[in-house]
């Protein structure tokens, strides 16, 4: 996540397209949500003006659907 005055960035998604976000799409402390290099998970919505992500919230076991959901010791 690139971070700007302007509260806007970009994060980069695994294997797709760069999404802009902004610090009001963040779920809690965007301080601590926003670290450079930390892995996150967050919604992707695609409209005319591009890709945004929306809804950022740390990566956690929960980011992923049960079949996907990584058991306990393996690193998320």
Known sequence: MVRSRTGLGVIAQDG????????S??????????????????DVTEDA?????DNIRPLT????????RPQDGELV
Request: some cysteine; hydrophobic content about 45%.
């Open 16 to 23: 797709g397209w760069d999404a802009v976000a902004h610090r």
């Open 25 to 42: 799409a963040v779920r809690g402390d965007a301080d601590r949500v926003l670290v450079a290099g930390s892995r996150m998970c967050f």
């Open 49 to 53: 003006d591009g890709v945004r992500a």
């Open 61 to 68: 076991r929960l980011c992923f659907s049960p079949a996907e």
